[in-house]
């Protein structure tokens, strides 16, 4: 009956783009302060099994401005970190809230989480995928070039990584072509890989090349600290600098989703630069979550037969 966010394969092409659209909205209303109160009265729970600064101030703030109230789990402050039962944890949640956002390591872990949880479950951030994240991606692409099909967006680094597969599950879905530039070892699984639209190299100077926009991560992401020293070796290289950014057109710009080790995956020139999109991209967080609240909360309002009796009509489509 409830509907999650765990992957893009979530949400239909249709409800991808309402969310995008409303998201343009919230933005324009948040902007004007014009105050929108469609989750009047509900509850979001944060839970976080590794660190986050966006996405905890992000969810937190969303919920808030949509007249709702966020309660947050680090990982140090529940019984999940001394061993209760998952199901359990997603059991009672439940009762008390009418979302639930997770930030955990596997992605079994979120898909155990949400097929016990009773209310819509968000992916935020799990080792195999980053949706919210690719999301405020995409809609600051469009934001910025007015469109999304057709475009050619250059992922350089961890092909691996949460975000390369985040990515590399959007670009079909939304039509833009999608380059993968990663040492070998580091590669995406290929059957993740479009046939048509997407393409994996070891060559930054050939994703790079004309592309419309670059797209940077860690190295070394949350869990994988251990290897941060095969790592750092395996990626040099592959480091976002002016020279890359150059190679591309001449209005492309850079995307990183933040945290950034500059001088590592990018340098401060490039990020701090013109042509960084990394702080309009942090804030867009903000304006699609809240589409997302909004979609997947009233939807199971709806289904459960009780939305029309809790969504203020008035604010609904402002
Ligand atoms: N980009 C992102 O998810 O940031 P946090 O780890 O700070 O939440
Ligand atoms: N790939 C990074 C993203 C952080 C937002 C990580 O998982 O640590």
Redesign the pocket.
């Known amino acids: 009956m409830k509907r999650d966010f765990l992957t893009f394969a979530d949400l239909t092409d249709d409800e991808l783009r309402s969310l995008l659209d409303r998201a343009k909205a919230l933005k324009e209303a948040r902007n004007a302060r014009r105050e929108v109160r469609t989750l009047a009265g509900r509850t979001l729970i944060l839970l976080f099994e590794?660190?986050?600064?966006?996405?905890?101030?992000?969810f937190e703030a969303a919920i808030a401005q949509l007249g709702g109230h966020a309660i947050t789990l680090s990982p140090d402050h529940s019984q999940l970190g001394r061993g209760e039962p998952l199901a359990d944890t997603a059991k009672v949640a439940s009762r008390y809230c009418d979302a639930i956002m997770m930030?955990t390591f596997a992605d079994e872990r979120l898909a155990e989480f949400a097929r016990n949880a009773t209310v819509p479950v968000i992916n935020?951030?799990t080792d195999g995928a980053?949706p919210?994240?690719v999301l405020a991606d995409v809609f600051t692409i469009e934001e910025r070039l007015g469109k999304l099909k057709g475009l050619t967006v250059a992922f350089i680094g961890d092909g691996s990584s949460n975000m390369a597969r985040s990515f590399l599950e959007a670009a079909p879905r939304f039509g833009f072509s999608l380059r993968v530039a990663a040492p070998k070892g580091y590669q995406p699984p290929p059957e993740l890989v479009h046939p048509q639209l997407c393409s994996v190299s070891d060559s930054p100077a050939k994703a790079a090349l004309g592309a419309d926009v670059l797209v940077t991560d860690v190295w070394t992401s949350?869990g994988q600290e251990a290897e941060k020293a095969a790592r750092l070796a395996a990626f040099s290289g592959y480091c976002v600098d002016q020279a890359l950014l150059e190679r591309a057109s001449p209005k492309a710009f850079v995307l990183h989703?933040?945290?950034a080790h500059r001088g590592e995956e990018i340098t401060a020139e490039v990020l701090d630069g013109p042509r960084s999109a990394a702080w309009d991209e942090?804030e867009n967080?903000l304006h699609v979550q809240k589409a997302l609240l909004e979609t997947l909360v009233l939807a199971h309002e709806r289904a459960l037969g009780i939305g029309a009796q809790r969504s203020p009509a008035a604010g609904v489509t402002a």
């Not at 590794?50 to 992000?58: F, G, N, V």
């Open positions: 590794k660190a986050s600064t966006r996405t905890r101030l992000s930030r935020g951030l980053h919210v994240q949350m989703c933040l945290p942090a967080r």
